[in-house]
């Protein structure tokens, strides 16, 4: 009785196996450091809407009188940098007019499974401008 044996095959399927094991980190990778990418940029996001009302509540005190309001451009974009700087932030621009304050976060952040395959982090941005209002619904126009 002699047997058949056939060759080639040996070890084949393990490649395969492999292929798909790799493909499938990576795609976690994508899921988990994506999500983790996803949250950073909401929450620069949020904290550049909150630098931009901070900085946009210092209102210049000289056109008051005549029913004006403005920013007070020095003060609003010292004001936003300080609630940024608190807040660990040491990317980001603030941008101060008369009318309004426009705030962008640059942020970082690390990667989990994505670093497996030479993609270490990930830069995320969030970005508001705020600008001056009366009361609860009315805002107050530029020139």
């Known amino acids: ?14 490649v395969y196996v492999l292929g ?3 493909a499938m980190l990576v795609l976690a990778g994508l899921v988990v ?5 996803v949250n950073a ?5 949020d904290v ?13 005190p000289a056109p008051m009188g005549s029913g004006r309001v403005r920013v007070d451009v ?3 974009q010292i004001a936003a940098g300080a609630f940024l700087a608190a807040r660990g932030y040491d ?4 941008a101060a007019s008369a009318t309004d304050v426009q705030v962008t976060v640059r942020t970082t952040v ?9 993609i270490p982090t990930m830069e995320v941005r969030g970005s508001a401008t705020a600008r001056p209002a009366e009361g609860i619904v009315n805002e107050i126009q530029g020139p």
């Open 74 to 76: 020095n003060a609003a």
């Open 33 to 37: 450091d994506g999500g983790r990418a």
């Open 48 to 60: 550049a809407e909150q630098a931009a009302r901070a900085g946009v509540m210092q209102l210049d």
């Open 110 to 118: 690390k990667t989990a499974l994505l670093s497996l395959i030479m």
């Open 41 to 45: 940029r909401s929450t620069a996001a």
């Open 91 to 94: 990317q980001f621009t603030v």
């Open 20 to 22: 798909l094991v790799v």
């Open 1 to 14: 009785m002699s047997r058949y044996r056939a060759g080639g095959d040996a070890g084949s399927a393990s």
